[in-house]
């Protein structure tokens, strides 16, 4: 099992990054997905969820109506889109893999990726 983020980068309040997982190993389309982050000393958190096929998302308080999880079965990949970004998104941004059902909890989830930075600046 692999999961490989990539699209982070340095950017300014109001900008966007679209981060992606490419994932191999495993049938994508057999478990829910999720995004979750971490920031300079805080415990991780999560972010996104879509569920296995798609149909159903749960999001976070914080990045609810700025972000948006998507992810192609077809293609093995999850993405994150981050619109409106803020300085408080700036954190190491990590793709994991969910259970059958759509989850926000972090127990839920296992092999997680290397992360990719996000850094919101001025």
């Known amino acids: 099992v692999q999961l490989v983020e990539s699209g982070g980068g340095l950017v300014q309040p109001g900008g966007s990054l679209r981060l992606s997982c490419a994932t191999s190993?495993?049938?994508?389309?057999?478990?829910?997905m999720g995004w979750f982050r971490q920031a300079p000393g805080k415990e991780r958190e999560f972010v996104a969820a879509?569920?296995?096929?798609?149909?159903?998302?749960r999001y976070a308080d914080s990045v609810k109506g700025r972000f948006t999880i998507s992810r192609d079965n077809a293609k093995n990949m999850v993405y994150l889109q981050m619109n409106s970004l803020k300085p408080e998104d700036t954190a190491v941004y990590y793709c994991?893999?969910?259970?059958?059902?759509?989850?926000?909890?972090?127990?839920?989830?296992?092999?997680w990726g290397q992360g990719t930075q996000v850094t919101v600046s001025s």
């Open positions: 190993g495993f049938t994508l389309s057999d478990y829910a």
């Open positions: 879509r569920s296995r096929l798609g149909t159903s998302t």
């Open positions: 994991a893999i969910g259970g059958r059902t759509i989850t926000a909890l972090e127990a839920d989830f296992r092999s």
